[in-house]
């Protein structure tokens, strides 16, 4: 099996990821190229580090470029997917790898984004309870944002197991490649190394209501979630510190039991022996996941901790487990859980 | 009025940013330097950056090498001060950079430490309630934590105007030199660069007491403290966000007004104007803290997030503002508020 | 004595560096602040290390702005400098931290700026030979080049002393920050974190007809330079390896006596003792210089390694320096040997 | 064809990262991993990256533990390799990836490390001339050192064609992972954040010999070298600055057809288009090697410039290709030419 795919916004750092993912895909042949700033670059110009694609020209994202893939990707800034989606055909598989299609209120997204909602998307995180059902033969996949995948998967065993009150505190640090190639004075590397700072801070960033749609989900009724977004002054990587109260009754045994029970098969989501903790750089280049659960019997509260790589597991590495699944490929195909540490 | 004052465990972090800022000190005649693995080296190979002192001889921390001087600094490991404590007069002014004398609860700190605790100093936090005049005239003050002073100073103004309920969760990340000069395979260059991790997770990291007890104290009766420390690929600063359910009532304005109240009068505290964060750059090497306060009303919980470096404000500088008071000098004498950035 | 100074660029990082130091210098008080993309904005915003003029605001770069100043410092894009400084009167120190007047030879501006050549002010370099005589009682200053000054502290006195071929090699690292607060794709934080890349290769950065004027001021006649300027993953500091080969006669020792010779007095070059080597950290925010050399036996070379802070002495601290010799104060006034580290 | 590997030294980062390209080398399973110190430990608690192998156990260095393998990866402090591999048959293909091996002069090696020397094996630069034919067949590769691989494919094309004057200038930047996971103060991440440094300035670096040794043999006579090493703040990555007089009548055109004929069917060498430059982050994790070369015409000189990644290319991924061809496989089985960026 050959698939052909197409990806619309390679220069970014998404994009670039998803074009060294693919380039290990054995099933993948790597298709037209796009990006309209950039348009008529040789790639190898925009994405050094993509020497096997480096003669290869950036095209205009334009509906007959993207023709003729069994699958295209959408790396685009939000609002645009809904536009190049509606002509392709319904047989192409469509990955919307920006924030269009992820969440399931369209008030939630009108209040977030300021604009009318394009609608909702299989979701593509298929750890989540169904997960992997929704996604089964689909032809267009909402992949999740970064932040909602580092933290739904700490801590949604929490809530399946209703270890947890409904009320989530979470505090995440990410690497810089999460704001994208974006020519901002703060994302300057003068302005970052060395440097710790939030930002979207009390219930604006609009990741918010994605974590809540997935935690209430997985809870069974609505949970609140309040989340703090940080800068860490490293290229990739998100640590999510995700902290709730425990309901009465819980022990240290019942949650590691949870947490374990959750993880069991999973190929990407590796529960951490007690006593280690994830670390970004383990996951660094790779779609897993570390995960550490700790409960505090002082404070009576759960900590659920995971680490992944925001570029890989948090986009391009989640987009193709996704596609693996929507074509009936293996889920694994071309993706590792090896890191590239130190 | 020259001061002269010897310095304990001069070859690690702590010690050398205290010597930094006594360099700086226009009072302070800087007299031994002591510091037991290293004695017999000159402090020019051990802290290169102090130009001024590179012809400094180490020597060893003997209580004759400390006699005759005013001020005593001990950056020592815990559960020595108290030996070198009892050798120096009660005319001395002893100041502890370590944790020995932080805690009040004896019972907090066998738990905690594991050792007997050797008894409780002036708490060295002026802007606390009460703090400035815990300090008066004092000779012996404990120094606080590093984590411990970034925490209270972001979160006491909400537990003294009665805003947030009485249970904080909290994350922070420290740069590596909060560790300080330690061999530790985890804190190698190659480890930390790109990283980020956890440690001390659930309720065991050792500034959790020292939260409790500032935050009780400014709440007039128990508050739960959840602490998650986490390792940030930087050397200096501490960025602290502090989360705490509002209670019922509490407004944007309340919490506003609050916070300006708490800071109105202090010259190191700075509540940043509404819209602008907290960056732990911004802080590099002064003794300024950092501080802005956000209410989210989804989730109905405060959050205040404070930066500082947890070489200056956070150890040596805070150690300096105390003996300031102390000593009857202006509180401000030899610190800056100016950062070094970017 | 007050003198009173304007800053022209106050928004950027030469700009933000210079008020970190005129705000400690005691002999300054600072007026006008301008930057005209900026103009209307709090400096708090731009310059959110220096809190002390948070609530200042930048106002446009204009004659009547500046005027009223003993001293004002243009820290402008290269090219408007000129026009500036012909509006402000002959007895106004003027300071330019830009690169307009730094070259004698007309040509050599033409050939690598593009432009006409402004002119030659006296050049702020103290420690070349005649250097302080340059500048005293002078109304006009050049401040040098980030890389000339690293570079020609370092080599200088195998020039002098007549130990090397007039044939230098210099490859320098420079943190991001030597570079602006430009939004170019190039200096994003996600690009410059764990990566080193050279720039401007093969004789064709600006800085190199500079080297050769001080180079061959110093060795008497023509020296070649083949400089490679290198982009490392930190914000400040540079750290110069130049390397020459030894004329004929040259020992350890000859080469060791003539740099203990030429910097004996300096206050702010320290030839570092035997063995240890320089480190940019070491100088961090700091005035100094540390400069190590070492003779090669077997390639019968010389090498001669210097670190600097490239905003401090590199640029702001060196117009400080310079500015104290014009203005008849001690020429360290304000001025620190103590860097910030780690 | 399956070959079983062992791995001796398995803890540490060159063991670490000859894991990772083992896991996906598809001819290879893994057997025995060793490291005296860490014996008894699961990897997982190691090397935390590798997550398919977490839970194998380390086991003793010892030769039982080590037979029965086709292969034997030694990565062992230098001066030990010697005594294991004549414990292992002839027929077992033993690669030496310390120093012991690589020297062909007994007295070079002698006055840079002072042991007897042990003996000199097929050296494994695949790229040099000659390079292949030494590896074919053999069962005893010297894996290079990570400077001598940077600088003798940056340089090496120079000497061929002729272009060169025999006296090379080198500086090149390392991240700290080159020092290995060695617990020494100056490795510590708060020391090598936001600092460059020069070690082993003078000539006494252990690599220099390596470098004359190889770059002799391409220029056919005694090739001196000035080598200086930095320190930079980054885990990976080697940027290697190279500069030699160009011989009389050396173009630009000239240097550049030496390098295109040079690289023009290495599969790992890129030779970079004209106006872009390497930088390390675009070979992070690869086995590539990004080139580009500089002719400079005021100085008469040409500079050579070399990115790889110390780990892979510089050590783990160059064993791999050297054992490739010594098994007969083809060369780039297991190995990418796409980086990890940003």
């Given at each position: 099996?050959?698939v052909?795919?197409a990806?619309?916004?390679?220069?970014?750092y998404?994009?670039?990821?998803?074009?060294?993912?693919?380039?290990?895909?054995?099933?993948i042949?790597?298709?037209?190229?796009?990006?309209?700033?950039?348009a008529g670059?040789?790639?190898?110009?925009l994405?050094?580090?993509?020497?096997?694609?480096?003669?290869r020209?950036v095209?205009?994202?334009?509906?007959?470029?993207?023709?003729?893939?069994?699958v295209?990707?959408?790396?685009?800034?939000?609002?645009?997917?809904?536009a190049?989606?509606e002509?392709?055909?319904?047989?192409?598989l469509?990955?919307?790898?920006?924030?269009?299609?992820?969440?399931?209120?369209?008030?939630d997204?009108?209040?977030?984004?300021?604009?009318?909602?394009?609608?909702?998307?299989?979701?593509?995180?298929?750890e989540?309870?169904g997960?992997?059902?929704?996604?089964?033969?689909?032809?267009r996949?909402?992949?999740?944002?970064c932040?909602?995948?580092?933290?739904s998967?700490?801590?949604?065993?929490?809530?399946?197991?209703?270890?947890?009150?409904?009320?989530?505190?979470?505090?995440a640090?990410?690497?810089t490649?999460?704001?994208?190639k974006?020519?901002k004075?703060?994302?300057?590397?003068?302005?970052?190394?060395g440097?710790m700072s939030?930002y979207?801070?009390?219930?604006?960033?609009?990741?918010?209501?994605?974590m809540?749609?997935?935690?209430?989900?997985?809870?069974?009724?609505?949970?609140?979630?309040?989340?703090?977004?940080?800068?860490?002054?490293?290229?990739?990587?998100?640590?999510?510190t995700?902290?709730?109260k425990?309901?009465?009754?819980?022990?240290?045994?019942?949650?590691?039991?949870a947490?374990?029970?959750?993880?069991?098969?999973?190929?990407?989501?590796?529960?951490?022996?007690?006593?280690?903790?994830p670390a970004?750089?383990?996951?660094?280049?790779?779609?897993?996941?570390?995960v550490?659960?700790?409960?505090?019997?002082?404070?009576h509260?759960?900590?659920?901790?995971?680490?992944?790589?925001?570029?890989?597991?948090?986009?391009?590495?989640?987009?193709?487990q996704s596609?693996?699944?929507?074509?009936?490929?293996?889920?694994?195909t071309?993706?590792?859980?090896?890191?590239?540490?130190?």
């Amino acid at each position: 099996m050959t698939v052909r795919a197409a990806v619309a916004g390679a220069s970014g750092y998404a994009g670039g990821e998803l074009l060294r993912l693919l380039l290990a895909h054995p099933e993948i042949e790597i298709g037209a190229l796009t990006g309209n700033s950039n348009a008529g670059q040789r790639l190898g110009a925009l994405q050094p580090h993509l020497l096997p694609l480096a003669d290869r020209v950036v095209q205009e994202t334009a509906p007959e470029v993207l023709a003729g893939h069994d699958v295209v990707f959408l790396a685009l800034p939000h609002g645009q997917s809904a536009a190049v989606a509606e002509r392709l055909g319904a047989e192409v598989l469509v990955i919307d790898m920006g924030a269009d299609f992820r969440l399931e209120n369209a008030a939630d997204w009108e209040r977030f984004y300021g604009t009318p909602h394009a609608g909702t998307w299989p979701y593509g995180l298929p750890e989540l309870p169904g997960g992997r059902t929704r996604l089964t033969g689909t032809r267009r996949i909402a992949v999740p944002g970064c932040y909602p995948t580092a933290v739904s998967l700490a801590l949604f065993p929490a809530y399946t197991a209703g270890l947890a009150e409904h009320e989530a505190v979470i505090v995440a640090a990410s690497g810089t490649s999460g704001a994208g190639k974006a020519l901002k004075p703060n994302l300057l590397g003068s302005e970052v190394m060395g440097s710790m700072s939030p930002y979207g801070v009390g219930g604006v960033h609009r990741h918010t209501p994605e974590m809540i749609q997935n935690l209430s989900a997985t809870a069974g009724e609505a949970v609140s979630v309040s989340f703090t977004p940080t800068l860490a002054p490293m290229s990739r990587g998100i640590l999510a510190t995700c902290n709730a109260k425990a309901r009465p009754g819980v022990t240290a045994e019942s949650v590691r039991a949870a947490y374990e029970k959750a993880f069991a098969d999973e190929p990407f989501v590796h529960l951490l022996p007690e006593g280690q903790w994830p670390a970004t750089a383990s996951v660094c280049g790779s779609n897993a996941v570390q995960v550490q659960v700790a409960y505090d019997a002082a404070a009576h509260r759960i900590i659920a901790i995971s680490a992944i790589d925001n570029l890989t597991k948090g986009t391009a590495g989640g987009a193709v487990q996704s596609m693996n699944i929507a074509l009936g490929l293996d889920e694994t195909t071309g993706l590792s859980t090896i890191g590239v540490a130190p």
